[in-house]
């Protein structure tokens, strides 16, 4: 089984910067892609970012040249930089990974969110 856990999540002013981390435990063998997701009040999921195992990147055009995506694959952890936060940036932030486990079976995981609020 294979855990993610979301944290740095908070309140932050708009125009001010925040880094979320998404860490994997489990019985992984490797993650391949791995990607974040958020949900406003009201809205559906939207994706935000993609980091694939290779190191390329893929951003919604709303985070553009906004947000970073990286990772640290000794740590089995993702990370998201946000700059330039605005409200509209307020939701719940959410990582999938595409993890092949150490029985060599591949699936998606989700962690449980971590909310960021955008706001003066």
């Known amino acids: 089984q294979v855990q993610l856990v979301e944290s740095g999540g908070g309140l932050v002013q708009p125009g001010g910067s925040l880094r979320l981390s998404c860490a994997a435990s489990g019985s992984i063998f490797s993650i391949n892609a791995l990607e974040w997701y958020r949900q406003a009040p009201g809205k559906e999921r939207e994706w935000v970012a993609t980091?694939?195992?290779?190191?390329?990147?893929h951003y919604a055009d709303s985070v553009k040249g906004r947000f970073a995506i990286s990772r640290d694959n000794t740590k089995n952890t993702g990370y998201l930089q946000m700059n330039s936060l605005k409200p509209a940036d307020t939701a719940v932030y959410f990582c999938?990974?595409?993890?092949?486990?150490?029985?060599?079976?591949?699936?998606?995981?989700w962690g449980q969110g971590t909310q960021v609020t955008v706001s003066s």
């Open positions: 980091i694939s195992d290779n190191g390329s990147t």
């Open positions: 999938n990974a595409d993890v092949t486990d150490t029985g060599r079976s591949r699936r998606d995981y």
